[in-house]
């Protein structure tokens, strides 16, 4: 299954897109699913829920932890059982990176570093990722993150050993969806299922709509051309007429197919 792991909705200040447009946006894209990720609030869910009913799509409810050290997607098996996060961290924001994480874990969720090496955002993780314990994932291709991001966060995983997410992290408007995503090996159908595979490691980053450019005779004198979609190194995955690449960190035999 493909899930956009990453979408913010009007729950995050300063972003408009409702959850019913962006699940018509996601299946007219090819998605089978998106988790919305609203900044320090999980205030959507009940709207969420109806969204996906509505819309016969699966919508799913994360939130992304906007810390001292960078930004983290969490996800919980059942986020209607989950306090508020300024009831779980404090009023205080932004709340310390390691405290929060380890609060995220006790409740059961699971963590997953996003855009690590986002230098447009304040105070990015970066190589802090390295010193945090108990993640389980980390995005390596975020569709508004850079390509020199999307790299590092890439390497970052193959060392860590730890699996690569996709997401659009769409906030400005409907048309970033579609762009980037997570593949599931297996059925997803809720939250605890989302949270169980990024446990297992059975996800991949994917790139939707990559298309392998020409190599120029230029670009064969500079060495390899980077074109900032990491992750590639799984293979192709043809579905519905786009060209679908991914991969990257642990558990990468052959991510572009199922």
């Not at 988790?35 to 320090?40: I, K």
């Not at 992304?64 to 996800?75: A, I, K, M, Q, S």
């Amino acid at each position: 299954m493909l899930i956009d792991l990453h979408v913010h909705s009007l729950h995050t200040r300063g972003c408009s897109l409702v959850p019913r447009e962006v699940l018509r946006r996601a299946k007219d894209v090819g998605l089978d699913g998106v988790a919305f990720t609203d900044l320090n609030t999980l205030d959507g869910l009940e709207e969420i829920r109806a969204a996906g009913r509505e819309e016969g799509l699966l919508a799913l409810c994360g939130v992304e932890l906007v810390t001292d050290r960078g930004h983290y997607l969490c996800f919980f098996p059942d986020p209607a059982r989950v306090p508020a996060p300024p009831q779980v961290f404090g009023a205080a924001t932004p709340w310390p990176a390691r405290e929060a994480l380890a609060k995220v874990r006790e409740l059961g969720g699971v963590v997953v570093a996003a855009h690590p090496y986002d230098k447009t955002i304040d105070r990015p993780s970066g190589d802090f990722i390295f010193a945090v314990d108990g993640l389980s994932a980390i995005e390596g291709l975020c569709s508004r993150a850079s390509a020199p991001a999307n790299d590092l966060a890439v390497e970052a995983a193959d060392h860590m050993n730890l699996p690569c997410v996709g997401g659009s992290g769409a906030h400005g408007g409907l048309d970033e969806l579609g762009k980037a995503a997570t593949l599931f090996r297996d059925p997803v159908r809720s939250e605890a299922d989302v949270v169980a595979q990024l446990r297992g490691g059975s996800v991949f980053c994917v790139a939707i709509g990559v298309t392998p450019q020409p190599v120029t005779h230029g670009e064969r004198d500079r060495g390899p051309r980077r074109d900032g979609h990491r992750g590639e190194r799984g293979g192709d995955r043809d579905r519905g007429g786009d060209r679908r690449r991914g991969g990257g960190g642990r558990g990468r035999g052959g991510p572009g197919r199922r």
